[in-house]
């Protein structure tokens, strides 16, 4: 019954910015690990960022001092500031979370991804 949703991808200009957001919803009792990840057309999926619920955060190398990862606990959201988009960017962009469900333990679950597209 748990869902994430991811919104906010598109395209825009190399140097530009975006923000996407992933909501979780249904019979959540608790969300620990949440984090971002990404595959571009003809490479493995790859780990951008992650945050713990403690607000501990991970990046990639490729994206340390551009992209931010951040939480609202209060409403199982979590974003991702995208800045100084490069064309390498490119990519789906995929919501992960671990999450504790009511009545059960914990498992990972994945978003739908969105697109996102950095032009030159």
């Known amino acids: 019954q748990v869902q994430l949703v991811e919104s906010g991808g598109g395209l825009v200009q190399a140097g530009g910015s975006l923000r996407l957001s992933c909501a979780a919803s249904?019979?959540?009792?608790?969300?620990?690990?949440m984090g971002w990840y990404r595959q571009a057309p003809g490479k493995q999926r790859e780990l951008v960022a992650t945050?713990?619920?403690?607000?501990?955060?991970n990046y990639a190398d490729a994206v340390k001092g551009r992209f931010t990862i951040s939480r609202d606990n209060a409403k199982n959201t979590v974003y991702l500031q995208m800045n100084s988009l490069k064309p390498e960017d490119t990519a789906v962009y995929y919501c992960?979370?671990?999450?504790?469900?009511?009545?059960?333990?914990?498992?990972?679950?994945w978003g739908q991804g969105t697109q996102v597209t950095v032009s030159s």
């Open positions: 992960n979370a671990e999450i504790r469900r009511v009545g059960g333990g914990s498992r990972d679950y």
């Open positions: 249904g019979s959540i009792f608790s969300i620990h690990t």
């Open positions: 945050c713990t619920s403690g607000g501990s955060t």
